[in-house]
């Protein structure tokens, strides 16, 4: 299968911080991959040197056989970025118009707006929209330009459900039609409903790459609760301690109600990958405990246990 982007053995650095650790990645003609990670783990950048707006530090990134930093290689690909700031007294349709004159054979206005979910939106001004609308018509940009590959950076982010759902009908239109796409996401069940494969990065390095069944079967995690005064050290508990502070906060703005491995409301919440064996420990520990509970991790703990590591501790 071709090969539409790639990256080999980069690595990104921003002064100190280590944003992308020899990370390789072929991003293939008609794939849908979802790229999923805390917060700095290094999505933006990569798309951002895939995108030719960054150059990586060491290490070769290709597009479409060619470099990023060319446009006319650039010609290719559809972008909408993390944020994207549009003229305010344009129409929807004005805007549309205006970025598809930009390329040799564009999608029709009422088409793209129509596949977007964002048709009866066509004459009302930029600065009278709402922020899901601005953002869907950000995301619809990428497309007017009948693109090969589009990197989608948070699509979906603050938009409600229907809005969601709008989004997600144009990108798998476009991915149905051949279309391939690279997107970000912190929402675990969009990579699911969207993507095949999914990369799941963390602290700059690929942790996985597969298909999301099979990412979902690599980590195998349960939950298990009890309560008692005190627990004692015990193996395989899952943390998120070693990330720094804003991805640990992170992981528990997105569990809710399922921090990482820790006391909550005085009972203790332990992700493990075998609980079995944790059982046996705390028995073997002779520590007085009530009310245990085990059941199997969800998709979102899942991919907690895939950017956390074992330690010892809770
Ligand atoms: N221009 C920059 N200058 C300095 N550091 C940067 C810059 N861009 C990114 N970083 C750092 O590189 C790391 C990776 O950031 P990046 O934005 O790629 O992560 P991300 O996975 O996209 O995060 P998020 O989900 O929050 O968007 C972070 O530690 C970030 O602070």
């Known amino acids: 299968m071709t090969v539409l982007a790639q990256a080999i053995d980069v690595t990104r650095r921003y002064g100190e911080v280590c944003a992308l650790d020899r990370v390789s990645l072929d991003i293939r003609a008609g794939e849908l991959v979802g790229l999923l990670g805390p917060n700095g783990a290094g999505k933006s950048t990569l798309i951002n040197l895939f995108t030719g707006l960054r150059r990586p530090t060491s290490g070769t990134v290709t597009l479409f056989g060619g470099s990023p930093g060319d446009p006319h290689v650039r010609r290719g690909i559809g972008v909408t970025p993390q944020e994207t700031g549009l003229p305010e007294s344009l129409r929807v349709g004005e805007i549309v118009s205006f970025v598809a004159a930009h390329f040799p054979d564009s999608v029709a206005t009422t088409e793209l707006l129509g596949r977007f979910g964002l048709d009866d939106l066509a004459k009302r ?5 709402s922020g899901g609308q601005r953002r869907r018509l950000g995301v619809a940009l990428a497309f007017v330009g009948r693109p090969r590959l589009v990197f989608l950076d948070e699509p979906t982010t603050g938009l409600d459900v229907e809005g969601r759902r709008a989004l997600w ?13 690279l997107l970000t996401s912190h929402y675990l069940e969009e990579i699911e409903a969207l993507a095949e494969r999914v990369v799941v990065v963390g602290e700059g390095r690929v942790l996985a790459d597969d298909t999301m069944r099979a990412v979902r079967g690599m980590v195998g995690t349960w939950r298990v609760s009890l309560t008692t005064d005190h627990l004692p050290a015990l193996p395989g508990v899952l943390t998120t301690d070693h990330l720094p502070a804003s991805q640990g906060v992170l992981a528990a703005e997105r569990l809710p109600g399922v921090p990482a491995s820790g006391r909550v409301d005085g009972r203790f919440e332990l992700v493990v990958s075998d609980a079995d064996r944790l059982v046996v420990e705390l028995v073997r520990s002779g520590v007085a405990f009530s009310g245990l509970e085990i059941r199997p991790a969800t998709l979102e703990e899942a991919f907690l246990a895939l950017t956390s590591k074992e330690t010892a501790d809770v």
Do not use: M, S
């Open 169 to 181: 009908d144009g990108i798998r239109a476009f991915h149905e039609d051949g279309g391939t796409v």
């Open 125 to 129: 001004q930029v600065g009278g929209l």
